[in-house]
């Protein structure tokens, strides 16, 4: 698929310069940069599997507890 992206001068031009360093196409620069961005954008699963697991509360309290909140506003 083909798509238009808009860079201000300054990007553009630093963009061009690493290019050049690394013998890269502008296409291919940002294809690798899309492919980084899209890999930090979602923990994994391990990342968040168990994440309250050590929390005193059992997690029907701490729903209570977070929509207390919300009234005491």
Do not use: K, N, Y
Request: proline share 5%.
């Amino acid at each position: 698929m083909r798509t238009i992206v808009d860079l201000p001068d300054p990007e553009r031009a630093q963009l061009d310069a690493l290019c050049r360093q690394r013998g890269l196409s502008r296409a291919e620069a940002m294809r690798q940069a899309l492919r980084l961005w899209l890999s930090q954008q979602q923990p994994g699963h391990s990342a968040v599997f168990g994440l309250w697991r050590d929390r005193p509360e059992d997690s029907v309290a701490l729903q209570q507890a977070l929509r207390a909140e919300w009234s005491e506003r």
